[in-house]
């Protein structure tokens, strides 16, 4: 792999192929025929536009540009975050892959990107490491006013490499590993990632959202994820010293993150500790620590999708979101989830956040979005997915008031059949408001429904291709 790449001449066309091919998901779940048949014929065409994406034209290889919009919103950087998310479903199509032009096509993007990663890494920036939230398309770092540092994007990175690496190393492509992402020199794209992750998370920084300076719950989950990830490849290339350390550092996150939890309000909140940003996320109550868990799980035991907080959570969010958006009271199936309630960014004039809260921002500017709607589709899935794998089980006096409401465990297949039910009702309210050839965008206008917000979103499409895979 990792061969020298040529995007335009054989890229275009291999799109074109990929674009062709057909991709049949597990039977066992066929009650929605018509979601079914839109999942599949819409699939090729959502990866195309997210591969559309990756390296466009002006951009040096490697560049995932977070949409192609320039202006109203400019989403034409390369953001840390929306490029590992985006990478990560591209590491795993290279893994698909059987071997051949498709595998080889997967494998120079990632090649190119590792490139870029090297680079990022070994330019100063504003911020002075890792954490610094976006680049220009040319590989400079991006200067201008910003929330920085955003100690998610390094974590995130190291998640999406590391699973290259457990994929190469399956593939007996050791030297490779240890030649591209990680040696024990620190001069490698992993080991980088993993020991700003592991000297720095107990810093503050900027949210995912990049308004509220804090600690998250979004960004420890994930930190956590990438060292407990990081410190089993460490080990498996003799690197002791650190696999022990960053195992420690993930254990000691871990604790952190029962700081999280309102036991009077039983919610998982999204910061703590704020210490700048956005002061009027008064709720707390944020669709983060959904993707949180999406992002940052394990399937290890350690805040399973069924734990009662992570599902109160859940609870309330849907109930808020549901109550507050207009378009969610139209009659039409599912619906459709923000970021929080309290949001003011109305995904066209980046001066609606919280550097001109005073001045611009109306406090029912925020609308729905994709990424979160898909990606609580996901949630319903994977929630699914973890209790056929560990049986009834798993549901206790703690958390069966949530599954009552599907029915309750007497029928444990019916109830996980619901709970896919659900994921699919999300999935058709996301399916109801983009345009019928496919595009997204990044947002859902709260009243009337129609898209919002920079157009032809990365990540949207990224939320697509990882919520109809654990379906
Ligand atoms: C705004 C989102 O809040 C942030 O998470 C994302 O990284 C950027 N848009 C770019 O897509
Ligand atoms: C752009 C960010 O990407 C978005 O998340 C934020 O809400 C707006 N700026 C306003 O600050």
Redesign the pocket.
């Known amino acids: 792999m990792f061969s020298k790449r040529t995007f335009g001449m054989f890229g275009a066309g291999l799109v074109a192929v990929l674009v062709a091919t057909t991709f049949s998901f597990s039977q066992s779940y066929t009650k929605d025929q018509d979601l079914n048949t839109w999942v599949r014929n819409a699939e090729p065409g959502m990866l195309h536009n997210l591969l559309n994406n990756i390296s466009p034209a002006g951009t040096l290889p490697g560049t995932v540009i977070a949409s192609p919009s320039k202006q109203s ?1 400019n989403y034409f950087f390369h953001w840390i975050r929306d490029a590992a998310l985006v990478m990560d479903v591209v590491v795993d199509r290279y893994a698909q892959a059987g071997q051949g032009k498709e595998k080889n096509f997967y494998a120079d993007l990632l090649k190119d990107f590792i490139a870029l990663t090297r680079r990022h890494q070994q330019t100063p920036t504003p911020s002075n490491g890792p954490g610094e939230p976006k680049f220009n398309v040319d590989g400079t770092p991006y200067t201008g006013d910003w ?1 920085r540092p955003q100690n998610d994007g390094p974590a995130l990175r190291a998640i999406a490499l590391i699973n290259l690496a457990k994929t190469l190393l399956q593939e007996n492509r050791e030297d490779r590993v240890r030649e591209t992402l990680y040696d024990d020199t620190f001069n490698s794209p992993i080991k980088l990632d993993l020991e700003f992750v592991s000297h720095h998370w107990r810093e503050t920084c900027f949210d995912l ?3 509220t300076r804090g600690h998250h719950f979004y960004t420890q989950l994930v930190q956590r994820r990438a060292l407990v990830e990081g410190a089993k490849l460490a080990q498996r290339l003799n690197d002791h010293q650190a696999a022990n350390w960053y195992a420690q550092q993930a254990r000691e996150i871990e604790h952190e993150l029962m700081r999280y939890w309102d036991g009077n309000r039983r919610i998982l909140m999204a910061t703590i500790d704020r210490d700048g940003g956005a002061d009027y996320k008064y709720s707390n109550l944020d669709s983060a620590v959904i993707l949180g868990l999406l992002h940052g799980s394990l399937d290890d035991g350690f805040l399973p999708f069924s734990d009662e907080k992570v599902l109160g959570t859940l609870r309330a969010l849907e109930k808020t979101f549901q109550e507050i958006y207009p378009v969610n009271n139209k009659g039409h199936r599912g619906i459709t989830i923000g970021r929080y309630p309290e ?3 109305d995904g066209v004039s ?6 001109n809260a005073g001045l611009h921002a109306r406090a029912d500017a925020g609308n729905p979005w994709f990424l979160t709607t898909m990606g609580f589709a996901e949630f319903y899935y994977r929630l699914a997915h973890e209790l056929k794998k560990y049986g009834p089980k798993l549901i206790h006096a703690g958390n069966a008031w949530f599954f009552n409401d599907f029915g309750g465990t007497q029928d444990f297949n019916a109830l996980i059949d619901a709970l896919r039910g659900r994921g699919d009702d999300f999935m058709a309210a996301a399916q109801f408001h983009m345009s019928p050839d496919g595009h997204i965008s990044e947002q859902i206008n709260r009243y009337t429904g129609f898209m919002q917000g920079a157009q032809d979103l990365t990540w949207s499409y990224a939320s697509f291709l990882t919520a109809t895979r654990w379906r």
Request: hydrophobic share 45%.
């Open positions: 919103p929330g959202w990049e308004e949001d003011r960014y980046l001066a609606f956040g919280f550097m």
